[in-house]
């Protein structure tokens, strides 16, 4: 264990803190059918990763960029260097998991502060490493080096059978519209933490650690992906990255579908509630505003749904049926309890400079 004051140099750094991380790699076989042999790993200490994929294999790569100790939460304190490594690798296996694509390796890039001592290096390390045992991949490089503050980005590289790769223009009027969990949390977390303390919140103790759980240990939904993609269930995926309401609205564009929402059908996490009432939303407009949650939304023809549902079920997986796909022409429309048919609730993420919780509460009061 390195002391807290310990300031090692790159090429150190590399060779004695990450190198725990990157042992033993090369010769490891990844993905479930296909495989692809990782033949050369960060362990080789070669410029780039070498592949050997068998049989008839198509190649998935996805890229995104996290901010690093820009997270309004870990000025906060409320998440740790281990965290944001964490983090940054569920982000980029998202995008894997909603193609349906088995994940085969992480790249990352790593850049930090002159004043970032070895142990909080070490931290952001293990997260990232941890995050890739934990999804059944292996982190096999990328770049490490200075910055002006932490910076990480990631990308992510999957393998399907060809002509199998989950996209989000497949849906047809008719499909159903699903989705793998309730959305809104990590949209929630933003609204409530920052503001707590100026505005006098509390919440239970194990609601604000549900709101917390979303951002320090996201999960990307890589089993129910290949699911959908090895079984041949869904006809168009999109991950919920940028919260319910955008994604489904991504999805229709490019389909070129209109989607019939049901309010009643809609999954509600009870922190969710929780926070709208405190920020003054109904809890239906912040659960599809714009979140940073995993869950994939997809959709499904009818005809498909039973034999869909049993496969989830028997991996002790579930789904959540919350609309159809409709004609082009009906356009995107959201049916509430009261049977009375409008557009979605919530705000869509445009990458705004506004937080979640004004942006919530300014389309309430729009309302």
Not at 306 to 323: E, K, N, P, Q, W
Not at 334 to 340: K, N
Request: aromatic share 6%.
């Amino acid at each position: 264990m390195t002391s807290a004051t310990s300031h090692s140099d790159e090429p150190t750094r590399v060779a004695k803190l990450v190198g725990a991380f990157l042992s033993g790699q090369s010769g490891a076989v990844l993905g479930d059918g296909p495989h692809a042999t990782l033949t050369a790993g960060a362990d080789s200490t070669d410029d780039c990763a070498i592949y050997d994929l068998d049989g008839p294999v198509t190649l998935v790569v996805g890229s995104d960029y996290v901010r690093g100790a820009k997270f309004a939460l870990y000025e906060q304190g409320l998440l740790t260097n281990f965290d944001i490594g964490y983090y940054v690798v569920a982000a980029n296996l998202s995008d894997i998991a909603a193609m349906g694509a088995a994940p085969i390796g992480v790249l990352t890039v790593v850049r930090y502060p002159h004043d970032l001592d070895d142990d909080a290096f070490l931290d952001i390390m293990a997260g990232i490493h941890r995050a890739c045992t934990d999804s059944g991949t292996l982190n096999v490089g990328g770049d490490i080096g200075n910055a002006e503050r932490i910076v990480l980005s990631g990308s992510a590289i999957g393998i399907c059978r060809t002509g199998t790769a989950l996209t989000r223009r497949g849906a047809r009027p008719g499909d159903h519209l699903c989705v793998t969990g309730p959305c809104g949390i990590l949209g929630a977390a933003v609204a409530y933490f920052p503001k707590r303390h100026a505005n006098g919140w509390t919440l239970p103790e194990h609601l604000e650690q549900d709101l917390l759980a979303g951002w320090r240990r996201p999960r990307a939904r890589v089993a129910e992906g290949r699911l959908l993609c090895t079984g041949g269930y869904a006809t168009a995926c999109q991950d919920t990255s940028d919260g319910l309401k955008a994604t489904i609205e991504q999805l229709a564009a490019a389909s070129g579908v209109g989607f019939d929402v049901a309010e009643d059908d809609i999954a509600i996490h009870p922190a969710v509630s929780a926070v709208a009432k405190l920020i003054g939303s109904d809890d239906i407009t912040l659960a599809m505003s714009a979140s940073a949650d995993f869950q994939l939304a997809f959709t499904v023809p009818a005809d498909r749904l039973d034999a869909c549902r049993d496969a989830f079920a028997r991996s002790g997986l579930t789904f959540d049926v919350i609309g159809r796909a409709t004609p082009p022409e009906t356009g995107v429309a959201f049916t509430g309890r009261d049977g009375t048919r409008h557009a979605l609730p919530g705000v869509a993420w445009k990458h705004q400079a506004s937080d979640v919780s004004t942006l919530v509460t300014n389309a309430v009061q729009a309302c």
